[in-house]
Structure formats: C-alpha cells, structure tokens
C-alpha cells in the first residue's frame, strides 16, 4: 500500500487532477445539452431527427471523455520503467485504481470504450470494409432497435427506451458511464479544492 502511493509524485498530483477535470467538464456539458434534447423528445415537444446529429455529437463525446478516462486507469500499454524499476503507465494506473477506487465492475473497464478515441480510424476503416449491403444509416434515433430482415447498417444511434448509444456497431449503455464519470469528478473536484492532492 505504501509503495503505491508513492507512484505519483506528490507536486504532480495537480497535473493529472487538471488533466482528468478537462475530460469530465467536456463530458458533462455534452450530457447536460443531451439531456435537455431527450427530454423534448419525451415530452413531444421535438421529432425526435430535429435534433439528431446534435444529441448524437454529445453522446458520441460522452463515450469519448470517458474512453479518454478510462486510460488513465487501464493504459494499453505498460510504458518504460520509471524510477521505482517498474512500468510507468502500469504503475500510475494501478496508483490511480486504488485512489479513485475504480473496480473490474466499473463500466470503464471496457476495452471497446477505451479504444474508442485511439482505434477510432482504424475500427472505421474494418466497418465500411464488411461488405454492406442493404440499407445504410449514417444518424438515427429510435425508440428502441428493430429488427428488419432487410440487412441495415448504422453508423450512429441513440435508443431512447434503453438509453444506449451505438456507433460503428458497438452499443453502448449511457447511464452507467454517466454515473461513474460522476462519482470520479466529485473525487477530483474534491481532490482540486484540497489543494490539487490525491489523498495519502
């Protein structure tokens, strides 16, 4: 335990706590302007394609920021040795694991959301690649997916019923990112106004 919180150097805490912030602010603005468009869309106030590419933008960057995050603790890979003779990347995420207490039940453990920011061109380059046939769609919202035996290809979507966004065939369930990037800001903000320190 001990030896963990020494990876980061204490003056350096303030670098990763500002760095982390950068990705949950830019989150969370895009959550609170797709918030505001579902809710039109619940309450029938908009078609639900008024504003597609918009709420599609926000999400998309939801699952980004958090892809973003999700490095921090699970790099792909180890990096050179630091000064303790142990991998650098390794060893700032295990560190970071233990401070935020980020379990293998958190939602960003997901390797599809952290390649989400560093593959993006190359996953894209494999989708268009499959063969489409059919109908293609590169924006939609709906209630919930259909199944069509006509062979349709998505680029980007949103379900409202399930809350769940997809893009190039990967689907994602918003909420619970949303409510893990939540808990880490409220500890970073926390962390910020005491001094920009992770806890000793």
Same mark, same amino acid.
């Given at each position: 335990?001990?030896?963990?919180?020494?990876?980061?150097?204490?003056?350096?805490?303030?670098?990763?706590?500002?760095?982390?912030?950068?990705?949950?602010?830019?989150?969370?603005?895009?959550?609170?302007?797709?918030?505001?468009?579902?809710?039109?869309?619940?309450?029938?106030?908009?078609?639900?394609?008024?504003?597609?590419?918009?709420?599609?933008?926000?999400?998309?960057?939801?699952?980004?920021?958090?892809?973003?995050?999700?490095?921090? &603790?699970?790099?792909?890979?180890?990096?050179?040795?630091?000064? %303790?003779?142990?991998?650098? =990347?390794?060893? $700032? @995420?295990? /560190? #970071?694991?233990?401070?935020?207490?980020?379990?293998?039940?958190?939602?960003?453990?997901?390797?599809?959301?952290?390649?989400?920011?560093?593959?993006?061109?190359?996953?894209?380059?494999?989708?268009?690649?499959?063969?489409?046939?059919?109908?293609? &769609?590169?924006?939609?919202?709906?209630?919930?997916?259909?199944? %069509?035996?006509?062979?349709? =290809?998505?680029? $980007? @979507?949103? /379900? #409202?019923?399930?809350?769940?966004?997809?893009?190039?065939?990967?689907?994602?369930?918003?909420?619970?990112?949303?409510?893990?990037?939540?808990?880490?800001?409220?500890?970073?903000?926390?962390?910020?106004?005491?001094?920009?320190?992770?806890?000793?």
């Amino acid at each position: 335990m001990e030896e963990n919180l020494t990876t980061i150097w204490t003056p350096h805490h303030a670098f990763y706590i500002q760095s982390m912030l950068f990705n949950t602010n830019s989150a969370f603005q895009s959550c609170s302007i797709a918030e505001k468009i579902v809710k039109k869309i619940s309450d029938g106030e908009i078609d639900p394609q008024a504003k597609k590419d918009i709420l599609l933008d926000c999400l998309q960057n939801v699952v980004n920021q958090s892809g973003a995050i999700s490095r921090y &603790f699970f790099p792909s890979r180890d990096g050179p040795k630091g000064a %303790s003779g142990k991998s650098l =990347h390794k060893d $700032r @995420a295990s /560190y #970071l694991r233990e401070v935020f207490d980020v379990g293998e039940s958190s939602p960003l453990v997901n390797r599809g959301l952290r390649n989400s920011i560093e593959h993006f061109d190359e996953r894209l380059d494999l989708y268009v690649q499959q063969g489409m046939v059919g109908y293609i &769609f590169p924006s939609l919202i709906l209630p919930e997916p259909e199944d %069509s035996e006509v062979p349709h =290809h998505i680029f $980007r @979507a949103y /379900y #409202l019923k399930q809350g769940i966004f997809q893009i190039l065939g990967e689907r994602y369930e918003i909420q619970p990112i949303v409510n893990e990037l939540a808990r880490i800001h409220d500890l970073l903000m926390k962390f910020d106004q005491k001094g920009g320190v992770f806890p000793t």
